[in-house]
């Protein structure tokens, strides 16, 4: 078992600073997506700081960076740098999720504007059907 999410992060996907220690143990993305899922926000935010110190570069996949995020932002719905943070990383890597991005930068800005309006959601928005 790695000793925390970002070495099992760099075992598994590189890191473009740093070279990626020996490591005998299985990877299996699974048990990567597992501990990120239950990892406390804290924990998941010094992994992309640590691999993707600058949002642009970095080896994690940007599928990682998007559940990330999305994570960070469920355990802290009402962090208006995050919620920006979030919506650069997602349009720094793809005009996919453009949509999402602009709605986090507006809940950011609406959260700085009234931080205690509680219509705000936590996470990513939902699609529209």
């Given at each position: 078992?790695?000793?925390?999410?970002?070495?099992?992060?760099?075992?598994?996907?590189?890191?473009?600073?740093?070279?990626?220690?020996?490591?005998?143990?299985?990877?299996?993305e699974h048990c990567?997506?597992?501990?990120?899922?239950?990892?406390?926000?804290?924990?998941?935010?010094?992994?992309?700081?640590?691999?993707?110190?600058?949002?642009v570069d970095g080896l994690l996949p940007v599928w990682v960076r998007n559940l990330a995020y999305r994570l960070v932002l469920l355990q802290r719905p009402d962090d208006p740098a995050?919620?920006?943070?979030?919506?650069e990383s997602l349009w720094l890597h793809g005009p996919d999720r453009d949509d999402v991005a602009a709605e986090l930068t507006r809940r950011a800005d609406a959260l700085e504007t009234d931080?205690?309006?509680?219509?705000?959601?936590?996470g990513f928005p939902r699609p529209v059907p």
């Open positions: 078992m790695h000793r925390t999410l970002t070495e099992h992060a760099r075992c598994l996907y590189g890191d473009e600073y740093r070279p990626t220690p020996a490591c005998g143990q299985e990877h299996h990567f997506v597992e501990e990120l899922t239950f990892a406390e926000a804290e924990t998941i935010l010094a992994m992309l700081r640590e691999l993707c110190p600058q949002l995050l919620l920006r943070e979030a919506a931080p205690g309006d509680p219509a705000q959601g936590p």
